[in-house]
């Protein structure tokens, strides 16, 4: 699959990372997006916050506050795809963080709530389906009944017009 792939490059380059001797530096594009990040969550403009801390991640991939900035706000907005990727790159970059355990539970916790999500989502399509042929069988059913009506009145008419002609009403 595409995200293992991704993930298991990912592992290749925060090793790569950790063992430099110096960290670099944001680059100033990222630091503009940090800052813009800090000001949507400042606002409470989580959405706003995610997406710019995403765009700091895509200058500096090795970035790990930003993981976990990401993986936070992510899990609150019921964005689990966005928060067990998140975190679980977060902890690469930081596998000596004293609360590795309790970060790698969240990732458990947020893993069973994505399947509950997906479940959820699968049983609204398949109540959506239902309730769709429900409604094509409902307009074939009301279409029929108008037809036999219009056959009906035809034939009620038709009879009415040869009633009145053979009996000199018409």
Same mark, same amino acid.
């Given at each position: 699959?595409?995200?293992?792939?991704?993930?298991?490059?990912?592992?290749?380059?925060?090793?790569?990372?950790?063992?430099?001797?110096?960290?670099?530096?944001?680059?100033?594009?990222?630091?503009?997006?940090?800052?813009?990040?800090?000001?949507?969550?400042?606002?409470?403009?989580?959405?706003?916050?995610?997406?710019?801390?995403?765009?700091?991640?895509?200058?500096?991939?090795?970035?790990?506050?930003?993981?976990?900035?990401?993986?936070?706000?992510?899990?609150?907005?019921?964005?689990?795809?966005?928060?067990?990727?998140?975190?679980?790159?977060?902890?690469?970059?930081?596998?000596?963080?004293?609360?590795?355990?309790?970060?790698?539970?969240?990732?458990?916790?947020?893993?069973?709530?994505?399947?509950?999500?997906?479940?959820?989502?699968? =049983?609204?399509?398949?109540? =959506?389906?239902?309730?769709?042929?429900?409604?094509?069988?409902?307009?074939?059913?009301? =279409?029929?009944?108008?037809?036999?009506?219009?056959?009906?009145?035809?034939?009620?008419?038709?009879?009415?017009?040869?009633?009145?002609?053979?009996?000199?009403?018409?």
């Amino acid at each position: 699959r595409a995200e293992a792939l991704a993930f298991a490059k990912f592992k290749g380059d925060a090793a790569a990372w950790l063992a430099l001797p110096v960290k670099p530096a944001l680059p100033e594009e990222a630091r503009r997006h940090k800052a813009v990040a800090e000001n949507a969550y400042a606002e409470k403009n989580f959405e706003e916050m995610v997406k710019e801390y995403k765009a700091v991640l895509a200058i500096a991939p090795m970035w790990a506050e930003g993981y976990f900035n990401v993986a936070s706000i992510s899990s609150e907005l019921k964005q689990y795809d966005d928060a067990i990727r998140s975190m679980k790159r977060y902890l690469e970059l930081n596998p000596n963080d004293p609360n590795a355990p309790e970060l790698l539970n969240n990732v458990y916790v947020w893993e069973a709530k994505l399947k509950q999500q997906h479940e959820e989502e699968k =049983s609204a399509a398949l109540l =959506s389906l239902e309730n769709a042929q429900k409604a094509e069988q409902a307009a074939a059913k009301a =279409s029929n009944n108008m037809i036999m009506a219009l056959v009906i009145t035809a034939l009620l008419g038709g009879a009415s017009f040869y009633y009145g002609y053979t009996h000199g009403t018409n």
